[in-house]
T-cell receptor, first 116, second 114 residues
Framework: AQTVTQSQPEMSVQEAETVTLSCTYD???????LFWYKQPPSRQMILVIRQEAYKQQNATENRFSVNFQKAAKSFSLKISDSQLGDTAMYFCAAQMIKAAGNKLTFGGGTRVLVKP | ETGVTQSPTHLIKTRGQQVTLRCSSQ?????VSWYQQALGQGPQFIFQYYREEENGRGNFPPRFSGLQFPNYSSELNVNALELDDSALYLCASSLGSGGTNEQFFGPGTRLTVL
């Protein structure tokens, strides 16, 4: 079974500054995807960024980037130039490629508050 | 392209009752997964339906059941509601059930059990 852990319940950051969210996971599989999802107060789960485990290069999407350390089973998210609209819950999740069904295993979430 | 939709938005039930939640998958998607998100926690996988068959189940009791219809829309049924069933129920659809397929989430149904 896979587990995903987010150790930071809440983070606050000043507008335009950078914040890094931590995530660790545990799996015996070698092929998997890792995700960061954003869930604003509207509740809609929005995909922020995706990383394939077989790729060594860290994924980036505009102001969002990850630091993927496969050996350490660590997958952190960096939000640069934070904006007020980034205020939300952020969830780290893992999806195994070989498993029947593409279920996601989520961490407990980190609340990010961007202050003006 | 229509995204994933869920109904109703909010629902209030009393303990012991039964509830049905509905999900319409994104156009072209044949796989629907259901997740339960308790307040302040991450979503937990309930089960998945692929081409009208259950295709994986999480650690939820049999009173949580589902259906998928020929148009790939889906229902989640919960019998004998308990207070702990109060949660946000999320539906996600994908192009297939394989592990490379990205899931797209609906806005959720907030269920309150009194």
């Amino acid at each position: 079974a896979q587990t995903v852990t987010q150790s930071q319940p809440e983070m606050s950051v000043q507008e335009a500054e950078t914040v890094t969210l931590s995530c660790t996971y545990d799996t015996s599989e070698n092929n998997y995807y890792l995700f960061w999802y954003k869930q604003p107060p509207s509740r809609q789960m929005i995909l922020v960024i995706r990383q394939e485990a077989y790729k060594q290069q860290n994924a980036t999407e505009n102001r969002f980037s990850v630091n993927f350390q496969k050996a350490a089973k660590s997958f952190s998210l960096k939000i640069s130039d934070s904006q007020l609209g980034d205020t939300a819950m952020y969830f780290c999740a893992a999806q195994m490629i070989k498993a029947a069904g593409n279920k996601l295993t989520f961490g407990g979430g980190t609340r990010v508050l961007v202050k003006p | 392209e229509t995204g994933v939709t869920q109904s109703p938005t909010h629902l209030i039930k009393t303990r012991g009752q039964q509830v049905t939640l509905r999900c319409s998958s994104q156009s072209g998607h044949n796989t629907v997964s259901w997740y339960q998100q308790a307040l302040g926690q991450g979503p937990q996988f309930i089960f998945q339906y692929y081409r009208e068959e259950e295709n994986g189940r999480g650690n939820f009791p049999p009173r949580f059941s589902g259906l998928q219809f020929p148009n790939y829309s889906s229902e989640l049924n919960v019998n004998a509601l308990e207070l702990d069933d109060s949660a946000l129920y999320l539906c996600a659809s994908s192009l297939g059930s394989g592990g490379t397929n990205e899931q797209f989430f609906g806005p959720g149904t907030r269920l309150t059990v009194l």
